[in-house]
């Protein structure tokens, strides 16, 4: 069946089967462009041509106690990324008015670490307030493990939306992660769910999952109610165990953000941190599947700060923004 065919049957109603997921996983590259058409009926659908930008602000830098593969702000990663305390409030506000004059629709506080404590999160929660009182900007924040209780407190202060990340399957997660569990992952996923705010839940591509498991990984993120779902592609960091790791083809990539478009077609997906290194000239491609881009800020990997907006610009796609 062709996939502008099944791409009707999800606009009429009918959800993916995990069937049909795998088998647009495992489609020959002769197949490509077809399975993007397909995925851009239901982007069109629902989101039409527009493209969000969103801004990712390092609040706290460094210094992660924990023990992610992928990741160079480890102190278990040999990186040179060094460990930086958290922002200031007007400093974290000053950065809010640079991602708006860049046309972002939404600001993202990102600290590096297991968790923030008492006196870190109420320097967050205030700039959210003068944020939210200054500027038309959507709040994201993503600092680690959450309960309830903090969540509730975020959201009071202005912020409209939680990062945290499912980031593979429990089997795959299980070798790049000891320092805590996949079931720690989804307490947190519960709590912002639970506390009312709008739940960003994505994960990484390239760090030893089959293809198999990056359809589990998206029917996953469907059984959670993902509002938002960032799609990182692995860049290998020096000084990370990932170092070595062969990097995802990128009609894979492609083929794997159209899968996501099926399972999700409702959800913003963004395409997220290695998207310059993976993709290249391919990336304009990627907006068949995706409908935003972070164009600043990755935690990981080098930025190129201006290339969301040279995408967007280029395909002519109106600014959209959200309350």
Not at 10 to 18: A, P, Q
Not at 95 to 103: E, F, I, K, P, S
Request: proline share 3%.
């Amino acid at each position: 069946m062709r996939y502008q065919e099944i791409a009707q049957q999800v606009l009429d109603g009918n959800s993916l089967t995990r069937e049909q997921a795998e088998s647009m996983m495992t489609s020959s590259d002769d197949d490509l462009l077809d399975l993007l058409a397909g995925a851009f009926a239901l982007r069109r659908r629902y989101f039409g041509r527009g493209v969000m930008l969103h801004v990712l602000r390092n609040a706290k830098t460094g210094q992660c106690s924990e023990d992610c593969a992928w990741c160079s702000q480890s102190i278990h990663a040999d990186s040179g990324v060094r460990g930086e305390p958290l922002l200031s409030v007007d400093e974290l506000v000053a950065a809010a008015h640079q991602a708006h004059r860049r046309q972002a629709v939404r600001y993202c506080m990102v600290t590096a670490g297991k968790s923030v404590d008492d006196k870190e999160l109420a320097t967050l929660c205030e700039a959210a307030r003068v944020i939210r009182a200054e500027l038309p900007i959507s709040i994201c924040t993503s600092l680690g493990e959450l309960t309830v209780e903090q969540a509730r407190r975020l959201k009071s202060a202005g912020v409209n939306r939680y990062n945290h990340n499912l980031e593979t399957v429990p089997r795959v997660f299980a070798t790049v992660c000891t320092t805590h569990t996949y079931a720690d992952r989804m307490a947190t996923v519960r709590a912002v769910k639970s506390a009312g705010l709008e739940l960003c839940c994505g994960g990484i591509l390239g760090i030893g999952e089959s293809v198999q498991e990056r359809v589990e990984l998206a029917f996953a993120l469907r059984e959670v109610d993902a509002d938002s779902i960032p799609v990182n592609l692995l860049k290998a960091h020096t000084g990370t165990p990932l170092a070595d790791a062969k990097p995802i083809r990128p009609n894979d990539a492609l083929r794997a953000l159209a899968m996501f478009r099926f399972v999700h077609p409702r959800a913003e997906i963004r395409l997220a941190g290695g998207r310059e290194a993976i993709l290249g000239p391919l990336q304009a491609l990627s907006l068949y599947a995706v409908n935003s881009f972070f164009t600043e800020g990755y935690l990981a990997v080098e930025d190129s700060p201006d290339g969301g907006v040279l995408i967007r610009e280029r395909l002519g796609a109106a600014r959209e923004v959200d309350d």
